[in-house]
């Protein structure tokens, strides 16, 4: 069973509070990913990492920004959170090597900018 | 870009077959992938197949895949209340690095 986690569950939240959404994993996974899902809608990558110090800007533009000191740890942040950034984030981590890449998720942060 | 496409919504009995269906467009998919959402949950992998693959059969779960046609689908035998879920269907791409492009989902209703 996959070992990532992300905290909070859920965040009801207010224009322009400064949020961090936490995401850990224990497999030792050298690659993980934020996606974004609005309802019924399909997923956006907004950020991914290789690696410690390594992060990329996914193919959805976003205001967040994610950091990686830590291999276990992908932190996003919105430094300004705004009623247009309410949704689901995702946070994932794979298996390394080539191939038969296995993505694991999260259960998701549902944010909610009042 | 990549696109991949699935239909919304499918409502199967208890007990029949469904047969959940994606295209996409990228033809450099290395891996195809199924993905299940529960309600308030995150994805799950269920099952992947490799694009010089036709057929993986994984206890409930057929996929096939017509390469030629970019056309993938996912069949579960049997179906259950607990199948009921969100289906998402993803590709791979080397040439676009480890990034998977998702589907919108497929939502399947089990009914008893």
């Known amino acids: 069973e996959a070992d990532i986690y992300q905290t909070p569950r859920y965040l009801v939240i207010g224009t322009g509070k400064k949020i961090t959404l936490e995401c850990s994993q224990t497999m030792g996974h050298d690659k993980m990913y934020w996606y974004q899902q609005d309802p019924g809608m399909e997923l956006h990558l907004i950020h991914y990492s290789y690696g410690v110090n390594s992060t990329e800007k996914g193919d959805l533009s976003s205001e967040s920004t994610v950091s990686r000191i830590r291999t276990e740890h992908f932190p996003l942040t919105l430094e300004s959170a705004r009623p247009s950034h309410t949704s689901q984030y995702l946070c994932?981590?794979?298996?390394?090597?080539?191939?038969?890449?296995?993505?694991?998720f999260g259960s998701g942060t549902q944010l909610s900018v009042l | 870009g990549e696109d991949v496409e699935q239909s919304l919504f499918l409502s199967v009995r208890e007990g029949d077959s469904s047969v959940i269906n994606c295209t996409y467009t990228?033809?450099?998919?290395?891996?195809l992938y199924w993905y299940k959402q529960e309600p308030g949950a995150g994805l799950q992998l269920l099952t992947y197949i490799f694009s010089n693959m036709d057929m993986k059969q994984d206890q409930r779960l057929t996929v096939l895949l017509n390469k030629k046609d970019k056309h993938l689908s996912l069949r579960i035998a049997d179906t259950q209340t607990g199948d009921s879920a969100i289906y998402f269907c993803?590709?791979?791409?080397?040439?676009?690095?480890?990034?998977?492009?998702f589907g919108g989902g497929t939502r399947v209703l089990v009914k008893p």
């Open positions: 990228d033809s450099s998919s290395t891996y």
């Open positions: 994932a981590s794979s298996e390394p090597g080539q191939g038969r890449e296995k993505l694991f």
């Open positions: 993803a590709e791979r791409s080397t040439p676009a690095g480890n990034k998977l492009t």
